[in-house]
């Protein structure tokens, strides 16, 4: 694995949990 798919796989990671934070916020 290089440095480009972590990065890739932490970016949709990170970029999951804020959606997922800021959909039981707004509900």
Same mark, same amino acid.
């Given at each position: 694995m290089n440095i480009f798919e972590l990065a890739e796989q932490n970016f $949709? =990671?990170?970029f999951a949990v804020v959606l997922g =934070?800021?959909? $039981?916020q707004g509900a």
């Open positions: $949709l =990671i990170t =934070i800021g959909l $039981l």
